[in-house]
């Protein structure tokens, strides 16, 4: 070196920490890039997406490059910073060389450098494969030397490099990315997304119409009033059935009901109203709701009979239903969707129906009732009392104050509920 002027090995000091500083940032901005951004962007034939994608498909091989430009930069540098010392300041020089060289290289070479590519991946990665893929090339047999000792030491400690890397998102992964968006994703769109994935942890009977509480037509019944039940009903689909539901025939659609309607009174009978049903689709219950989506939509219906493992009718669950359960309520109308079952009193509390489903009562006031027993609010409060209670039983279920207020049978019929306000604590069972 000591044909070189100092100035020439100070600006080659310089080039060096810039060369160092590259490979630094390079591998931060390659390792931090949006992996999906980057399929999205390969997808559209990015150029500079195709190359670092193509790298990382080997980060083995991409860290084995840049670390060996790295490091021979870097020692270069440190044998240029030492001549420079010790032509400036000699022995004394060269000894206290690797306290300011260290600072340096992180100032210059090292920290600056990785927290601007963490910061800006794509900004360092897609500039640096168009330096780092030819070099790979130049460099290929040290760096397929050094990877096959390198990854010879990992598999002794059970670490194979050469298997496949898993990309995939579970469902929770995919829930947290969705969550984290922020302003990418319109509030609505994310709770939409969110709602389909919890399509598979909710099955049909969590909202199904109960057994009980489905309307049909009896075929029983007097004609005169089956006909007066067609002409004031607001559902576009009816199950018809013989004494009890668990006897259910047939369905019947709108537009076959429109057409029995638009026929002569004494040309309709009860055999007639036979002819126009439709097969019943039936859903096993215990069914995952995004797996019925799809029977329905491959099969073309749109709505089904629940049953259970013995075939009795356990409930009705329509398509609408589903879709409900990822775009919300159809209507707008707060108080056409909850004041069947949930009807708000003056104090505050709220008047129940025993039947509403916890699902919906969760949703409607925006409260946290586990969903993962029981589906309806009677079944939850006489699985935790383990009895059927007296009206005037007071509880506390997952801190919320509940009175039940009306007993039919076997099913508790009504009940009082506060969010707040507490009645008295004599009459609450903890």
Avoid: C
């Amino acid at each position: 070196m000591d044909a070189i002027s100092t100035s020439s090995l100070t600006l080659t000091l310089f080039g060096l920490l810039l060369l160092s500083a590259f490979f630094s940032s390079s591998e931060t901005g390659m390792m931090s890039i949006n992996r999906y951004r980057l399929k999205h962007m390969v997808k559209h034939n990015h150029r500079a997406a195709k190359l670092v994608s193509k790298l990382l498909k080997r980060p083995d091989r991409l860290i084995g490059v840049i670390l060996i430009g790295n490091n021979l930069v870097n020692i270069l540098a440190t044998l240029v910073a030492g001549e420079i010392a010790l032509r400036l300041w000699g022995e004394y020089g060269v000894a206290v060389l690797p306290i300011p060289l260290t600072i340096m290289f992180l100032l210059f070479a090292e920290v600056t450098p990785k927290t601007l590519a963490a910061f800006h991946p794509e900004r360092i990665a897609f500039p640096a494969s168009y330096i780092l893929t030819p070099l790979l090339k130049l460099l290929s047999p040290v760096v397929v030397l050094v990877n096959t000792l390198s990854n010879g030491m990992l598999r002794l400690f059970g670490v194979r490099v050469a298997d496949s890397q898993d990309d995939h998102l579970s469902s929770e992964e995919l829930r947290t990315v969705v969550n984290e968006a922020g302003g990418m994703i319109p509030k609505r769109h994310q709770k939409m997304l969110l709602s389909i994935l919890d399509l598979e942890h909710a099955t049909v009977e969590d909202i199904m119409v109960p057994k009980n509480e489905i309307i049909g037509i009896d075929l029983d019944e007097q004609l005169d009033d089956i006909l007066s039940q067609l002409r004031n009903t607001q559902h576009t689909r009816l199950p018809v059935y013989q004494d009890s539901i668990d006897q259910v025939k047939g369905m019947l659609h709108a537009r076959h009901i429109a057409n029995l309607m638009s026929r002569d009174v004494a040309d309709i009978s009860k055999e007639t109203i036979r002819e126009y049903m439709t097969p019943v689709y039936f859903v096993p219950e215990g069914t995952p709701l995004n797996t019925q989506l799809l029977k329905f939509q491959r099969k073309k219906q749109r709505v089904g009979m629940v049953v259970d493992e013995y075939g009795d009718i356990q409930g009705l669950v329509t398509i609408e239903d589903i879709l409900e359960e990822i775009v919300g309520e159809f209507t707008t109308d707060f108080a056409a969707t909850t004041s069947k079952d949930i009807h708000p009193q003056e104090d505050g509390s709220f008047l129940l129906d025993g039947t509403v489903t916890i699902r919906d009562l969760n949703r409607a006031l925006r409260i946290d009732l586990p969903t993962d027993g029981p589906k309806t609010l009677s079944g939850l409060i006489v699985e935790y009392l383990e009895t059927i209670p007296q009206p005037g039983t007071g509880l506390k279920l997952e801190g919320y104050p509940i009175e039940v207020m009306q007993i039919k049978g076997n099913l508790i019929k009504s009940v009082k509920m506060w969010r707040e306000w507490k009645p008295s604590e004599s009459s609450i069972a903890n």
